[in-house]
């Protein structure tokens, strides 16, 4: 008889077509007495037989007791032995998970097991051919390569222990082995890139959704959001493959030690979320400079993320011009631009100046001319000889509803938006070769496509825990954010990527079941990276631009900080 009151095991808990069951009070721990536990098999069998410890008895727990502490690690049918030998049924693939990263995945997609429905359309190819159950499947393919690129510093075998876990150690019936780095680089080549562009495309369009369902703007132009548009490179392995496919930048023989991908991210300049992302060759290989690449990948993004570009939405793009048919293609949409224009551009004024110093020009180019409101501004730091002077154009006209030096301060965020968006994520790159910077891992062009849309997922999934830690951060009790909501921005990105390999790593996030990671589980990881946050408006200023991850040697930082507030100083018409 038992000593303890139980209620039977649930079935069925959940939905109505969830038929996997559930732990006894959703429990993440299993506690069992030494003397109850005993192994099922005959003599002889217990140490290499392959077989699970039963427990024998249900015996009263008392203090004193010496007790095992059990993480549950899989719920799987019971395959019992005729020697009497209990192991489990099914294949470790199918009990792998992403922990806190694939939960914030399915609900940006707003779809449950989100990777098993893309999983299942996939097509595999290479040199993996047949029906038969392998070590890998598809849906252990993608997370592998999600995994990847949240941890950069690890090979592919220690990535592979990070995602599989305790669940090598369960007796399976069949029995298994962490597949070997070739095999997952197998496995990535048959994969193909499709797939993961997929779950990338549906990830980022789940981001633009939650932020138009919440209001994360930390600071507004009017009623405007602020938005950022910035190209970037990325290096890739010197192959001769990536070499002809992406080509180089910066030398006009394309002789840099390395070839490299170009993208155009569309991101959110409040949270730093990427909205969109397109990519292309560097600029070299295909006859352009760096305008011409990134202007090919504005016209891209034009057309397949035109959902964006939305009326209350104000983008902010640098000097790197896009050109009057461009602008106009962008105004066509009817959003709103505010775009840094470099010195060689004419403006013919086209009026008075107006009240706060801003004035009406016309922009002719490609045969379209466009009326512009221009706004002239100086930035002065400390520690700097002389102020930089800015020159905006935007189509906002109205200067009572748009004051110039509102935008000249939205202009800043451009830096935050775009600058430190890509900072942040290339640091979840590894640098490698003798010049600093971050570099992806594959040796083709397909498999470099398969890779940056994991990264650009892997990164988005990390910055949407970040929001929901914000969600229920409590507010600073002291300092000069003492009862101010949380914003997004500032938890710590790198400590969020991070939580994310915990929760994979910590093995809870292997188990079978939707309830092995409990509500209070799912708190007090967020409640803990709530906790992990950086001081932001710091207004910091570098003489160099990087986006690499900063190294910092033992001297000393090698890059000189100013810290003081910039003076924006707009541009008055000199009077008589």
Not at 227 to 242: C, K, T
Not at 403 to 410: E, F, M, Q, S
Request: hydrophobic residues 45%.
């Amino acid at each position: 008889m038992s000593f303890y009151p139980v209620v039977p095991p649930d079935a069925t808990a959940g939905c109505a077509e969830d038929t996997t069951p559930v732990l006894l009070g959703q429990a993440g721990m299993v506690a069992v007495r030494v003397a109850d536990l005993a192994s099922p098999a005959r003599r002889g069998l217990g140490r290499c037989g392959r077989t699970a410890l039963v427990a024998a008895g249900a015996g009263r727990i008392r203090s004193g007791d010496l007790v095992v502490w059990l993480k549950p690690v899989a719920v799987a049918p019971a395959v019992v032995r005729r020697d009497g030998r209990v192991q489990a049924a099914g294949h470790p693939a199918d009990h792998a998970r992403l922990g806190a990263a694939e939960e914030r995945l399915d609900e940006l997609c707003g779809v449950p097991s989100v990777i098993e429905e893309v999983a299942r359309t996939v097509i595999l190819g290479g040199r993996v051919k047949g029906v038969a159950r392998r070590a890998m499947t598809p849906a252990l393919a993608i997370r592998f390569t999600l995994l990847m690129t949240l941890a950069p510093d690890a090979g592919y075998a220690e990535v592979l222990e990070i995602l599989l876990g305790d669940l090598v150690l369960v007796p399976w019936q069949r029995p298994y082995r962490v597949p070997t780095a070739a095999a997952a680089c197998t496995w990535r080549e048959a994969l193909g890139p499709a797939p993961l562009e997929r779950l990338r495309d549906l990830a980022l369009a789940g981001v633009d959704g939650e932020h138009r369902a919440h209001d994360y703007r930390a600071v507004t132009a009017g009623d405007l959001e602020i938005g950022s548009i910035d190209g970037s490179l990325i290096r890739v392995p010197d192959s001769p493959a990536n070499r002809a496919a992406f080509g180089s930048a910066g030398t006009a023989d394309d002789s840099s030690p390395y070839p490299q991908l170009r993208e155009l991210r569309i991101s959110a300049a409040s949270t730093r979320a990427t909205l969109g992302v397109t990519t292309g060759p560097s600029g070299a290989g295909a006859g352009r400079d760096k305008g011409e690449a990134e202007q090919v990948l504005l016209d891209k993004a034009l057309k397949d993320y035109r959902c964006l570009f939305t009326s209350w939405r104000l983008w902010t793009m640098d000097r790197n011009f896009p050109g009057v048919p461009r602008i106009k293609a962008l105004l066509e949409t009817g959003t709103h631009v505010l775009i840094r224009v470099k010195d060689g551009i004419t403006l013919r004024r086209a009026g008075d100046f107006l009240p706060d110093g801003s004035y009406l020009a016309e922009l002719c180019g490609g045969g379209i001319t466009l009326t512009v409101r221009v706004i002239e501004y100086t930035v002065a730091v400390a520690g700097r000889d002389a102020p930089e002077l800015f020159c905006l154009i935007t189509d906002l006209l109205d200067d009572a509803a748009y004051p110039a030096k509102i935008l000249a301060r939205a202009y800043h965020w451009r830096w935050i938006g775009s600058e430190t968006c890509l900072k942040e994520a290339k640091s979840a790159i590894s640098g490698a070769g003798p010049s600093t910077g971050p570099m992806l891992r594959s040796q083709s062009p397909a498999l470099v496509a398969q890779e940056h849309a994991a990264w650009v997922t892997a990164v988005e999934l990390a910055r949407a825990l970040a929001r929901a830690a914000a969600a229920i951060a409590v507010p600073a009790r002291k300092g000069r954010r003492a009862g101010q909501p949380v914003h997004p921005r500032q938890i710590s990105f790198t400590a969020a990527r991070r939580a994310l390999i915990a929760s994979v790593r910590s093995g809870a996030a292997t188990a079978s079941l939707p309830a092995a990671r409990t509500a209070a589980n799912r708190d007090a990881l967020l409640a803990r990276l709530a906790r992990r946050r950086v001081q932001v408006d710091r207004h910091r200023h570098r003489d160099r631009k990087t986006k690499a991850r900063p190294g910092f040697p033992a001297g000393g930082p090698r890059l000189i900080t100013r810290t003081a507030p910039a003076q924006i100083s707009v541009c008055q018409p000199l009077t008589a």
